[in-house]
Each structure stands twice: as C-alpha cells, then as structure tokens.
C-alpha cells in the first residue's frame, strides 16, 4: 500500500495550492480519506476529511473554510484545495486513509502517505 502526496512547494500568502494524494495498494473508494499536518515540535493535526463517495466533508474551524477536499474514485486520488495560504499553513502535509467516514482523530487513520512540504512566505 502506498500513499503518494504530491503538489506541496513555496508559495506568497494569500496564493492557492492544490495537493494531490494517489493511492497504489488499495483501492481509495473504501476509505474515508482525511488531510493532516505537521510542523517541527508539534503534534499532526487534523485539516480535512472526505468520506468515501465524497459527501461529506469536515474541517476544524480555525481554518475558515479556506480549505477543500475533494476526491476522484476512479482515479484513486484525492485532493486537498488550499486557499487564501497564510504563513502559518507553512508545514509537512499527510494524506491518510481511514475505514471511518469522517476520522478526525489520527489513531483511526491505517495507511499515511510520506507528506508533501508546504511553504508559505510572507
């Protein structure tokens, strides 16, 4: 199983940026996909969740609604839309597949990807 994060790089504030996780291993349609990140000395925190069809989708609050999931099945890809960056987006961005629809909680999540960097300058 391998989950594949891709579309991270440098970028201004207020820039947009769309990350890519492609799966080989299984098959993403049975999984609810979910978006975590992490920056050096803090913990991996949760960003987004896709259910398995994509109806539903969740995101903590402090982001403001500047993010979007969104997945294609037949693809085997999911999709993390990021709008409006701020500095503090700058970290290693996670895709994971869960067999929960809506995991926000790292511990449900049994496959990560290695993480795409994402940089956002001032």
């Known amino acids: 199983v391998q989950l594949q994060a891709s579309g991270g790089g440098l970028v201004q504030a207020g820039d947009s940026l769309t990350l890519s996780c492609a799966a080989s291993?299984?098959?993403?349609?049975?999984?609810?996909m979910g978006w975590f990140r992490q920056t050096p000395g803090k913990e991996r925190e949760f960003v987004a969740v896709?259910?398995?069809?994509?109806?539903?989708?969740q995101y903590p609050e402090f982001l403001e609604g500047r993010f979007t999931a969104s997945r294609d099945n037949a693809k085997n890809t999911v999709y993390l839309l990021m709008n409006d960056l701020e500095p503090e987006d700058t970290a290693l961005y996670y895709c994971?597949?869960?067999?929960?629809?809506?995991?926000?909680?790292?511990?449900?999540?049994?496959?990560w990807g290695q993480g795409t960097k994402v940089t956002v300058s001032s």
């Open positions: 291993g299984i098959t993403l349609s049975y999984y609810g």
């Open positions: 994971a597949a869960s067999r929960y629809s809506k995991a926000t909680v790292r511990d449900l999540y049994e496959y």
């Open positions: 896709i259910s398995q069809n994509g109806d539903v989708t």
